[in-house]
């Protein structure tokens, strides 16, 4: 599939893989893929960062690759390595048959053929849809060092392994770099991307989120729904439900047939939406049935 030529068709078409957003967030996503730059974005955890590289791969008809950055991550996990076991049956073959040629033996063993590729040499290549979507999920965990390695990667698009040489990709992927902020990242890299925060939707995007990813949820179910999360975002929590636990309650609620919140429903099922304890706590006894009373009275008459 063509790039979006305008951003209403950035809108469609990621809307079309079930991904509302709103025009701030689809004119930054028009302008990386227009300008071929990388796409940095900051947010709370479970407010749709990751599932916006899913459905512009999808939307795109693009092969999605994603590294899972943690902490401890190097270049060589990133990049690639050698298959040894491959390598060390291919050596005792070469030895047990004798008179092995050392030089072509060593050629062979750093080919292609024991070569593993790790997602950012994967990302290098382009197959008949185009250039990948290189998803960089969570950078802010990996640690300095590798931090710098990835400018350098995303400066050029290429990568070197010394027995091979450099490869360069004949088109640059399409890099979502994501981060929920447990730490800083370095302006050097930031500044190779465009940036956009991604915040907790209001109460209308929410209801046409919770609509494109749960259709089966009744109108008022989702409004109740979404209005008991939203005043629970605004209560002292260690950790807020973002928008991927408002769908997931929203489905465990369908799945035991609840046409209306009720504190005891609430109570039962608050391990969909919280996932600490003292938070779940926190909402023991009268605190759920006040939230929702407040989130009743806010909601108006459809």
Known sequence: MTQPNSIDAVQTMLGDQGYVCGRALATVVFLSLKLGRPLFLEGEAGVGKTEIAKALAAGLNRRLIRLQCYEGLD???AV???????QMVAIRTAEASGGADRGALQSELFSDDYLIERPLLQAMRTDEHGAPVLLIDELDRTDEPFEAFLLEALSDFQVTIPEL???KAPEPPIV???SNRTREVHDALKRRCLYHWVDYPDFEREIEILHARA???AQELSREVVAFVQ??????????PGVAETIDWAKCLLALDVINLSPEV???TLGAILKYQ???QKLQGSEAKRILDEAKATLEPV
């Open 215 to 217: 259709p089966e949820a």
């Open 80 to 86: 690639y390595e050698w298959n040894f076991p491959a």
């Open 165 to 167: 040489g450099t490869v």
């Open 176 to 178: 979502i770099v994501t």
């Open 278 to 280: 003292d938070d779940i």
């Open 266 to 268: 609430i109570g039962d």
């Open 75 to 77: 270049a060589s996990s």
């Open 231 to 240: 005043h629970l975002r605004t209560e002292d929590l260690f950790k807020k």
